[in-house]
């Protein structure tokens, strides 16, 4: 018998979290909360949903750390597709590949810890260069530049 890893285990437990949620949503929307049966098991039903979800959390603080695997999931249908470096350059490449997104990684957790702490404008409300997360910046420059290109476009319609 074949030991089955973590990222299987990881992937077939998410599988079944999206099978579930979306079960779950299909009950929401036919009146699950007015059910007597949902009001007498709805505490062991929300355990169960927390139990789920710290699992998941579990394997996946374990995949992050190691830093060999990333998963995505798929938004329309019930599949993850699950990348490495492993899968697509030399062994030794992949290894150095996922040392340096590991120190990476710890670099930009430092550093966002300390802007977490000591800045003041994570008390009060998001400051475009105090924003930790380099996605989030790079989504406001794209919604910038997509607004400045419309009323570019807008006053080029209406004065040419």
Known sequence: MLKK???????????????????????????????????????????????????????????????????????????VYVMSPLHTMPRKEALKKVKRLRRRRQHYAARASSIAITSPSSVQGSNFFALGNIGERSRLIQIFSLYSFVIILAWMIVYL
């Open 5 to 79: 890893t973590y990222v299987y285990r990881e992937l077939m437990l998410r599988l079944r979290a999206r099978k579930i949620t979306a079960e779950y949503y299909s009950l929401k929307q036919r009146g699950l909360f007015s059910w007597a049966a949902y009001q007498e098991h709805r505490e062991s039903i929300q355990n169960s949903f927390a139990f789920l979800r710290r699992a998941l959390a579990r394997y996946t603080a374990r995949r992050i750390e190691a830093g060999f695997f990333y998963m995505y999931a798929h938004p329309h249908e019930h599949s």
